[in-house]
């Protein structure tokens, strides 16, 4: 059954602390989103990737954020310091691509800085 | 003005009636629209994709494309209750790097 793995599923820190989060995509998948989302802002695409290329990470605050494919089955997204505003649900998608918009979501990773 | 655009709801709709849920987008360029699913909790599923002009149907779904005036919609026949979900909409830009943007979904409550 292909899936698409996120750790951890959940992540209580504090301010301050440096936060990865890890992703598999599915066997084959050449495509990677890393999106956030929360009840005020919905689904913000963060960092996108493909054949392991960073192709756009316009939606990511560059100064404590950082993406990375470190080889093709494992993504990883880190903030460092975190803060409280970067609460929320961080999910990870895989496509293969020749079609971008049909994507694999994971479960996602529940963030939360106190 | 936001990339794709949705009624936040929350739509409420008895059971076995049509539902409608409506999707506008900016980038006249785009050409690639697609419907997710997404039960509370739970991470966003595909249901739906559409690439040309006019309706494409599939099941109890319905998807309808109109490029002239940029929008999209999503019909559910025979509505369940387990419809229930929020349903996201979402575009590939024709710009740049292709990237899928969502809309902030429309909450579908579909009463027994």
């Known amino acids: 059954d292909a899936r698409v793995t996120q750790t951890p599923r959940h992540k209580v820190t504090e301010m301050g602390q440096e936060v990865t989060m890890r992703c598999q995509p599915i066997?084959?998948?050449?495509?990677v989103f890393w999106y956030r989302q929360t009840m005020m802002q919905g689904l913000e695409l963060l960092a996108y990737f493909r054949n392991r290329a960073p192709l756009d990470d316009s939606g990511m605050p560059k100064d404590r954020f950082s993406a990375e494919m470190p080889d093709a089955t494992l993504a990883t997204l880190k903030i460092q310091p975190s803060e409280p505003r970067d609460s929320a649900v961080y999910f990870c998608?895989?496509?293969?691509?020749?079609?971008?918009?049909?994507?694999?979501f994971g479960e996602g990773s529940r963030l939360t800085v106190l | 003005q936001k990339e794709v655009e949705q009624n936040s709801g929350p739509l409420s709709v008895p059971e076995g009636a049509i539902a409608s849920l409506n999707c506008t987008y900016s980038d006249r360029g785009s050409q690639s629209f697609f419907w997710y699913r997404q039960y509370s909790g739970k991470s966003p599923e595909l249901i739906m994709s559409?690439?040309?002009?006019g309706d494409k149907e599939d099941g109890r779904f319905t998807a309808q494309l109109n490029k002239a005036s940029q929008y999209v919609s999503l019909l559910i026949r025979d509505s369940q209750p387990s419809d229930s979900a929020t349903y996201l909409c979402?575009?590939?830009?024709?710009?740049?790097?292709?990237?899928?943007?969502f809309g902030q979904g429309t909450r579908l409550t579909i009463n027994p």
């Open positions: 979402a575009v590939i830009s024709d710009q740049g790097a292709q990237k899928l943007v």
């Open positions: 998608a895989s496509g293969s691509g020749t079609n971008t918009g049909e994507l694999f």
């Open positions: 066997l084959g998948h050449n495509t």
């Open positions: 559409i690439y040309s002009n």
